[in-house]
C-alpha cells in the first residue's frame, strides 16, 4: 500500500519567493494534518482537515502561510513570501476515521536562502 | 491544556543494554497514549499505542503501560540494537473523539556496538 506521499522531498530557494508543499493522503483517510519540525521548536502542528473541511488552523504561524484540500486526496501548504525562519521539515499525515493512528509522510526539507 | 513531557536526551547507550524513556502527560480524562519513532531522513512512525488504564502496548520488543495513577507511559526494552538508534516522540489524543496528537520534545536515542 501507498503511504502519504509528499513533494517535493528538498526545496531549496530564495526568500520573498512562493513555496508550495504537497501532500497525497492514505486513500480512504479523512483527516490530515500539516506539522512543522525543527530544532528549535520540535514537532508542531500547523492545521488539520476533515473531510476536506480545516478543523484546527491554530497553529499557522501568520497570514504568509496558507493550506488546503480541494479533495480528499490532495492537500497543499503555500507560504508566500517566503523568509529564512521558515527553513524547516514539514510533515503532512493522514489518519482514518475512529481510534486510528497518524500516519506520516517523509517530509519536505525547506530551506529559505 | 493537554501536555506530555518526556526525557530529555540525547540517550547514549550500549547494544544489549537495557531501556528506558520516560513519559508523562497532563490530561482530562482518559487519553489514548502513542510511542512514534523517527528514523533519520524519515516521517514519524507508530511505534505503539495504548487507549486505556493498564493496557500495554508493544511492538519490535519495545513496551510501554498506560498508567493512570502515576499519569505515566514510559518506553522500555530489554536489549537495545544498534537499528533501534531513532528519535523517540510521546504523544496523546485527548478523549472525546479530537484528532490532534500532543506530542513531547522527542528524545535521540543512539545505540553504539
Known amino acids: 500500500d501507498a503511504g502519504v506521499i509528499q513533494s517535493p522531498r528538498h526545496e531549496v530557494t530564495e526568500m520573498g519567493q512562493e513555496v508550495t508543499l504537497r501532500c497525497k493522503p492514505i486513500s480512504g483517510h479523512n483527516s490530515l494534518f500539516w506539522y512543522r519540525q525543527t530544532m528549535m521548536r520540535g514537532l508542531e502542528l500547523l492545521i488539520y482537515?476533515?473531510?476536506?473541511?480545516?478543523?484546527?488552523d491554530s497553529g499557522m504561524p501568520e497570514d504568509r502561510f496558507s493550506a488546503k484540500m480541494p479533495n480528499a486526496s490532495f492537500s497543499t501548504l503555500k507560504i508566500q513570501p517566503s523568509e529564512p525562519r521558515d527553513s524547516a521539515v514539514y510533515f503532512c499525515a493522514s489518519m482514518g476515521q475512529g481510534n486510528q493512528p497518524q500516519h506520516f509522510g517523509d517530509g519536505t526539507r525547506l530551506s529559505i536562502l | 491544556g493537554d501536555s506530555v513531557t518526556q526525557m530529555e536526551g540525547p540517550v547514549t547507550l550500549s547494544e544489549e543494554a537495557f531501556l528506558t524513556i520516560n513519559c508523562t502527560y497532563t490530561?482530562?480524562?482518559?487519553?489514548?497514549l502513542f510511542w512514534y519513532v523517527q528514523y533519520p531522513g524519515e516521517g514519524l512512525q507508530l511505534l505503539l499505542k495504548a487507549t486505556k488504564a493498564d493496557d500495554k502496548g508493544s511492538n519490535k520488543g519495545f513496551e510501554a503501560t498506560y498508567r493512570k495513577e502515576t499519569t505515566s507511559f514510559h518506553l522500555e526494552k530489554g536489549s537495545v540494537q544498534v537499528s533501534d538508534s531513532a528519535v523517540y516522540f510521546c504523544?496523546?489524543?485527548?478523549?472525546?473523539?479530537?484528532?490532534?496528537?500532543?506530542f513531547g520534545t522527542g528524545t535521540r536515542l543512539t545505540i553504539i556496538p
Open positions: 490530561a482530562t480524562g482518559y487519553p489514548s
Open positions: 482537515f476533515n473531510n476536506n473541511v480545516p478543523i484546527d
Open positions: 504523544a496523546l489524543t485527548a478523549p472525546g473523539g479530537n484528532e490532534k496528537l500532543t
